[in-house]
Nanobody, 115 residues
């Protein structure tokens, strides 16, 4: 079992920055592929960024160059640095951990980009 706890969401003006954190506990963090998903009202959940156990990364096209995913295995934490935020980035952001048949989700953190 893996428990995931997100933090760092909030209200930010367009063009601003936020850093989301996801702290994991309960298993060997380093073996998991980690991802950040988001879900806006009335829309499907989508993958924003992912990082493998070997630190390979991939991003949603609309966030490339603005968002950066990273992991600190010593702290059992994955981060999502979000810069140049846009109103369309507004959503609940969820942390995800996957390994083999295992798939875990955090409770989500709200990110609102508005002036």
């Amino acid at each position: 079992q893996v428990q995931l706890v997100e933090s760092g969401g909030g209200l930010v003006q367009p063009g601003g920055s936020l850093r989301l954190s996801c702290a994991a506990s309960g298993s060997i963090f380093s073996i998991y592929s980690m991802g950040w998903y988001r879900q806006a009202p009335g829309k499907q959940r989508e993958l924003v960024a992912a990082i493998s156990s070997g630190s390979w990364t991939n991003y949603l096209d609309s966030v490339k160059g603005r968002f950066t995913i990273s992991r600190d295995n010593a702290k059992n934490t994955v981060y999502l640095q979000m810069n140049s935020l846009k109103p369309e980035d507004t959503a609940v952001y969820y942390c995800n951990a996957r390994y083999a048949e295992e798939n875990y989700w955090g409770q989500g953190t709200q990110v609102t980009v508005s002036s």
